[in-house]
């Protein structure tokens, strides 16, 4: 898709920051409405983020106007509101190719830019970053201002919290920017978000400012300010900020691009650490984003005119996160004990209809992933079933209450994780590349790889029948294999099964590349086994398999250091097994973005691929 100047002549004189500021003020409007046409028509053909670009258009052309970047620095949270950011900064031509292979990048990234000072993906890191490189800005003895926007639901998180206080703390000169639109990807949860969202932070507050200006019109000055001030701590969340060391401004119209400069100027020269709490609508200038900003933060190609979104789903073939949602819907039904928790991703893991049918066993506890676990040790205590709904690669943070709080104390909760191995094109960041290495090496755990969404469905029902600990079912992103469904059944703990007798090679298959590998044993005559559990490892399956066999080949969608592979390596090695062992799996390099059978075609875990792996080593 090339760039039709003709059809944005004011976004072809902004091709990057510095010709942006050059533009006469005035012609500000007309570039965000540009903008915003051009992200329509970009991201209508390309797929990609857009409910959250939408929103901040007019508060990215007001920063970059106002700020020095990329001297002056702006750190993105999260960075799914970053097209626009990205089209500004030089990268305008490219921006059909975000989240393809070998294209932009999904989110701000250091590599990418000079104007991208922090690679981002999870939420809620940029106020810690930004304070960094503050305090440093203050010890080279800099004028380089720092800009953080962070969203109201990653405010939300425990590292935001802890970031603010210590920036309140120590008075560094900080921009945060709250853009406040009531949604993460999804709704947003929480008595911060309540106290955000109140009536009185949008439109009722500016009728009650504006109206008490004009009764008090005649007052004097010194009067009418306090009475302002007294009436802005009562109708806003400033008060809550300022008490943590703050000076707060806001709220204000984040898209009105004329009133954020003037703002941004206001603020640009006062000392100390700055909250500008900015109200901005997802989705913002397209009527289809605005009215489902959930179905639109990330689409695919669309029809720009009617806002028609094709569905490439195959009806007959549910996700993985449809069958986790439909067997955590028959279990509440037969358990009122079950208590099924997320953070933020409620919809992602296929938990609306749970959350509408059992409301008050369902638990949203916003982007907090640390809390979500600790919490459902608190229900286990408690007597109750506790479910956990994450995705892999947001597991990650909440590392340590995960051994501390659960699994030293070997409480039964079921872990669900979701989007383990390839993701695609949310790229590095989001990849489940970790999960089996940082899991396995814990006391007390069972985990879980399914083969398919019928083997998921046993093992969620084994895993939350299971009393003795902590298990978990990590399955992957993306539709089933189309297995059909059997009835529910416990799985012996520790078993795998063989799908294939052969000779001379075995496959020891981990999870949900398993077609791949029947294609790859099909061609070389091998035997295939369906591992089904990492921990505990089928130990007289594998001794059964070193006696029979001349080597094993393990195979898994995850980092191949700590992996499923390197247990079964383990326990070759202690008990002193006389056959090699071949590990396949993710190297040890960030897997960038782009679809999943790209990648798998890539790092050679397709059929084709594990073939000439296999066959490679036994030369």
């Not at 926007?149 to 709250?178: C, P, R």
């Not at 819907?329 to 991703?345: H, S």
């Not at 078993?495 to 496959?507: M, Y």
Request: hydrophobic share 40%; aromatic share 10%; with cysteine.
């Amino acid at each position: 898709m090339s760039f039709d100047a003709s059809k944005y002549p004011t976004l072809a004189l902004a091709d990057n920051p510095i010709k942006l500021r050059q533009l006469p003020k005035k012609a500000l409007t007309i570039l965000c409405n540009e903008l915003r046409q051009f992200l329509l028509d970009t991201v209508s053909r390309s797929s990609g983020h857009l409910a959250s670009g939408l929103g901040t258009i007019e508060l990215t052309v007001a920063l970059h106007y106002v700020y020095n970047t990329p001297f002056d620095r702006l750190i993105w949270d999260v960075g799914h509101q970053a097209y626009p950011h990205k089209i500004l900064t030089g990268r305008r031509n490219r921006i059909a190719t975000i989240r393809q292979r070998n294209g932009l990048h999904p989110f701000p990234w250091r590599e990418e830019s000079e104007y991208d000072h922090l690679s981002v993906g999870h939420s809620s890191t940029s106020i810690s970053a930004g304070l960094g490189m503050a305090i440093a800005a203050a010890y080279e003895g800099s004028d380089r201002r720092i800009v953080c926007v962070i969203g109201d639901g990653a405010i939300t998180a425990g590292m935001a919290f802890e970031a603010i206080n210590h920036a309140g703390d120590i008075k560094s000169d900080l921009l945060i920017i709250l853009n406040d639109n009531e949604m993460s990807i999804s709704r947003n949860v929480g008595a911060l978000n309540t106290h955000l969202a109140r009536m009185f932070s949008g439109k009722i507050f500016y009728t009650i400012r504006n109206g008490s200006k004009k009764v008090l019109s005649g007052m004097p000055q010194t009067f009418m300010k306090r009475i302002e001030k007294y009436i802005k701590n009562m109708i806003t969340p400033s008060s809550w900020f300022e008490e943590l060391g703050f000076n707060y401004t806001g709220p204000v119209n984040g898209h009105d691009v004329q009133g954020l400069i003037k703002t941004l100027k206001n603020i640009q020269v006062k000392k100390g650490p700055q909250i500008l709490h900015a109200i901005t609508k997802k989705g913002y200038g397209y009527v289809p984003a605005e009215q489902d900003p959930i179905r639109w933060h990330a689409v695919p190609k669309f029809n720009l005119n009617n806002g028609s979104i094709p569905n490439s789903k195959n009806k007959n073939i549910p996700s993985y996160s449809e069958v986790f949602g439909e067997w955590l819907c028959a279990t509440a039904a037969q358990d009122n004990k079950l208590m099924a928790i997320t953070p933020a991703m409620g919809e992602g893991s296929g938990m609306f209809a749970f959350s509408q049918r059992y409301p008050r066993q369902y638990f949203d506890v916003a982007i907090a992933e640390q809390h979500a676990v600790t919490f459902s040790a608190g229900l286990a205590i408690s007597g109750y079933r506790p479910v956990v709904a994450i995705y892999s690669t947001f597991l990650q943070r909440a590392y340590d209450q995960i051994i501390h709080d659960i699994a030293l104390q070997n409480l039964p909760i079921l872990f669900a994780i979701d989007r383990g191995g390839i993701v695609g094109t949310d790229g590095a960041t989001h990849q489940g590349a970790f999960d089996l290495s940082y899991l396995r090496c814990i006391p007390n755990m069972v985990i879980m790889t399914p083969s398919d969404e019928n083997e998921c469905r046993l093992m969620l029902y084994t895993g939350y029948s299971y009393q003795k600990g902590p298990s978990v079912v990590r399955y992957p992103r993306g539709m089933g294999t189309g297995a059909a469904f059997s009835n529910l059944y416990k799985l012996s703990i520790g078993k795998g099964i063989i799908h294939r007798h052969g000779i001379t090679v075995a496959i020891l298959n981990f999870g949900a590349l398993l077609p791949f590998a029947k294609e790859a044993a099909e061609s070389i005559g091998a035997t295939l086994v369906d591992m089904r559990f990492v921990k505990p490892l089928d130990e007289f399956l594998i001794n059964q398999l070193a006696d029979t066999h001349r080597a094993l080949v393990t195979i898994e969608e995850n980092t191949i250091i700590g992996g499923a592979g390197s247990g079964v390596n383990n326990y070759v090695l202690y008990h002193r097994l006389q056959i090699p062992v071949l590990n396949i799996g993710l190297p040890d390099y960030f897997i960038p973005h782009g679809s999943q059978e790209e990648i798998r075609s890539d790092l050679g875990l397709d059929g084709e691929g594990i073939q000439r792996q296999i066959e490679n080593w036994l030369l």
